[in-house]
């Protein structure tokens, strides 16, 4: 499978180790489809996905189209004769007119049908799930309902964030589709349909969603912390202004919290570690209790 012509379609650092892996073990990857370059900033600079600079930076060539409804796209991918396609947190829909030209293969971080959706991993952390996993899948025209190749758990720790979470399972991922790939035939073979019994859809995130109020429960609280960091971050209001809160815990019985950045909530205490003003740099919740909520 190696000398096949693959395919990449991807947008983010999950994506990125995916790719990375397949590049470093010598697959012949034809082209690379990433979302396009986005303002960003305050000066609002066109800025190429990590994907992109990657795939430009080892002379794969890349595109970027906004929507594959119309023919020219779809020609361009047909004369690319693409063996496989893999696609790892990508971003754009990819309509049935595509997935009949190759075979695509999804790389999906949930335990599928846990978490269909655009952000499977945030949901399981705000929904306190104990696990979550990889689900290698054969992608149909529905929403992550394609068949599954493979699956791999692995345990959500109460003190991983989203930014943690989202590497290990990346490197996970990037490793089940190497092994996928090298057995290809077999892997196709092995699909089996999902149940539709459990699944749950992972809408995607927005700052909206990352709101928390100081009256909710400690434990929504610190799940929307986790959630959200390290983008775009949990926030609240806190006299009028926005603090993000990067980190936070739950109080454990005996834990000594003084000079902390202690909440009281309905349920328990708990403990802003990390936390960013309005206007201002990251910094300890200790340092702001001592230099903000004194004056």
């Known amino acids: 499978m190696k000398n096949s012509r693959l395919v990449f379609m991807g947008s983010t650092e999950f994506s990125l180790a995916s790719l990375k892996k397949l590049y470093d073990d010598g697959f012949n990857i034809v082209a690379v489809y990433t979302r396009e370059p986005k303002p960003v900033g305050r000066h609002y600079k066109l800025t190429k996905t990590i994907v992109h600079e990657f795939a430009e930076s080892k002379n794969i060539p890349v595109f970027t189209p906004r929507t594959f409804r119309d023919e020219e796209q779809l020609k361009i991918f047909a004369d690319l004769k693409a063996d496989v396609a893999v696609v790892s947190a990508y971003g754009l829909i990819i309509p049935q007119t595509l997935l009949d030209m190759a075979p695509f293969i999804n790389i999906h971080g949930s335990l599928l049908p846990r978490w269909r959706g655009a952000a ?151 403990i802003a570690k990390i936390v960013q003003p309005e206007g201002k740099k990251p910094m300890s919740g200790r340092d702001f209790r001592r230099g903000y909520l004194r004056k």
Not at 208 to 214: E, T
Not at 221 to 249: C, Q
Not at 260 to 267: G, M
Request: hydrophobic residues 40%; proline residues 3%.
């Open 120 to 270: 499977p991993i945030q949901r399981a952390i705000l929904s306190g799930d104990e696990e979550t996993g990889i689900s290698i899948m054969k992608m149909d025209d529905g929403l992550d309902t394609g068949d599954v190749i493979s699956m791999k758990s692995v345990k959500i720790d109460s003190e991983t964030n989203y930014g943690q979470l989202s590497e290990i399972l990346a490197e996970i991922g990037a490793k089940m589709i190497e092994e996928t790939l090298l057995n290809f035939e077999k892997s196709l073979k092995k699909a089996t349909k999902q149940p539709e019994e459990g699944a749950c859809y992972a809408h995607k995130i927005d700052k909206k969603v990352a709101k928390f109020d100081l009256s909710d429960s400690a434990v929504t609280i610190v799940r929307k912390v986790k959630a959200f960091a390290p983008i775009p971050g949990a926030w609240t209001e806190l006299d009028g202004k926005r603090l993000k809160v990067l980190d936070a815990s739950l109080i454990k019985g005996g834990e000594d919290c003084k000079d902390n950045l202690v909440f009281e909530s309905s349920d328990g205490a708990w």
